[in-house]
């Protein structure tokens, strides 16, 4: 992580901004499908 943050922007800025906002939302989907199974099982019996 830290070799990546203090490295240089190799180009494709365009490209890696669509690759971030399809993993946002990928791992949104993902979070969003999770917390739905945790709450159909039963994450809130309390």
């Given at each position: ?8 922007d190799w180009g494709f800025p365009l490209r ?31």
């Amino acid at each position: 992580m830290e070799g990546l943050k203090g490295g240089p922007d190799w180009g494709f800025p365009l490209r890696g901004e669509i690759r971030e906002s399809t993993l946002s939302i990928l791992t949104n989907s993902l979070w969003w499908s999770g917390a739905v199974e945790l709450e159909r099982v039963g994450f809130s019996r309390g």
